[in-house]
């Protein structure tokens, strides 16, 4: 199956799941995370799809990843929680703190959530449609940053070895009545390191103004990167100074790193808009707004103006529809760790669970 080029969704699910069964998680986590990747590549962001799949497992072989890991609520207050991610999956942690959040936004109007001791949590858009599907408004920021030249995305002015922050995203999400809720998501660098990801596996270049070489020089070669290159912030030092601010919420952890001058985490949101608006009306409004702005003049040679969410659910449709391209250098990947974990690959993994769940959407 893995020699298609187009892979179905229930089929993604499936294999992924096992591949991270085979790896020593268990099957509840091991579905969630699965869902939340195929989740991704049906939005179109094939960045934080199944093609993180193989770093996933070589950081479980490595031990840097706890496959099994609970995350734990550490302090549960009115209106915030702590969470402590057991350095499991960070999808994982994080689709377990925003359904505390919820719950707990449901009941108290608004809660804060502070989670660490946890890797990469994925697409952030999965956990803001989380918010908005549960009519709620929710914020996702991840913040992380430290003097020692480990991440990379440069400041705005630095160059070579001057690697100090992550991507440092954001996400908001806002229900609109309707099946395509208001989905912000990007990331404070020009581009995710996710999509340097992607044009590598489809050899093709970077746009110019994204990454730099290791001596700090433009380049558009996406091997650059990985040969100790950077990301550039996005709008220069206005998306330096939001990837910072993120950095501050992250710091509502407690976590820092005097030796490095580190602070790392991640930050949610909650707010019950039923606590401030009558929830319907807001959705009537919210979209009334949105389709007002998509009905403004469009500039020469433009077809349409779209607004944060359209371009995700145009994609899920299409995709469920006709299956999810994946590049050949990442279907080997996932070929090889399959017969390396002795996982089989054919059509028949597919369970009816899997082709349930993507039915519904």
């Not at 099946?179 to 110019?208: C, H, I, N, W, Y």
């Not at 700090?216 to 601010?245: C, E, I, M, V």
């Not at 952890?253 to 005097?258: C, D």
Request: proline share 6%; glycine share 12%; net charge negative.
């Amino acid at each position: 199956m893995l020699t298609n080029e187009l892979l179905s969704a229930p089929y993604l699910h499936a294999l992924a799941r096992r591949l991270f069964v085979a790896a020593d998680t268990p099957p509840a986590i091991a579905d969630a995370v699965a869902g939340i990747l195929v989740g991704s590549n049906l939005a179109g962001h094939d960045s934080h799809g199944v093609l993180r799949v193989p770093a996933y497992l070589h950081q479980i072989e490595a031990g840097q990843l706890r496959p099994a890991g609970e995350p734990q609520r550490v302090r549960d207050a009115p209106g915030l929680l702590m969470v402590d991610g057991q350095q499991g999956f960070g999808h994982y942690t994080a689709k377990r703190a925003m359904e505390w959040g919820i719950d707990k936004a449901r009941r108290e109007n608004v809660c804060a959530v502070s989670f660490t001791q946890v890797g990469h949590i994925g697409r952030l858009g999965e956990y803001a449609e989380m918010a908005a599907a549960a009519g709620c408004l929710g914020v996702i920021t991840v913040g992380g940053g430290s003097t020692q030249n480990l991440r990379r995305v440069v400041p705005f002015g630095g160059g070579a070895g001057s690697g100090a922050l992550g991507t440092n995203p954001i996400a908001i999400g806002a229900p609109t009545g309707d099946d395509t809720p208001f989905v912000l998501d990007f990331a404070t660098s020009v581009m995710a390191e996710g999509k340097v990801q992607v044009a590598r596996s489809k050899e093709m270049p970077m746009p110019e103004g994204v990454i730099l070489d290791k001596a700090g020089q433009p380049t558009t070669n996406p091997h650059d990167f990985y040969d100790g290159g950077y990301l550039r912030a996005f709008a220069n030092h206005k998306g330096y100074a939001l990837s910072l601010a993120f950095c501050l919420l992250a710091g509502l952890s407690g976590q820092f790193s005097a030796e490095h001058r580190a602070l790392g985490g991640a930050y949610m949101q909650i707010l019950n808009i039923e606590a401030f608006t009558p929830l319907a009306a807001y959705q009537q409004h919210v979209r009334a707004f949105l389709d007002g702005i998509k009905s403004l003049p469009t500039a020469p040679g433009v077809d349409e103006i779209l607004v944060p969410g359209d371009f995700e659910q145009r994609n899920r449709r299409q995709r469920l529809a006709g299956g999810t391209p994946i590049p050949a250098p990442i279907r080997e990947q996932l070929a090889e760790w399959a017969a390396k974990l002795g996982v089989a690959t054919g059509e028949e993994i597919v369970e009816a669970a899997d082709h349930s769940r993507y039915e519904k959407m």
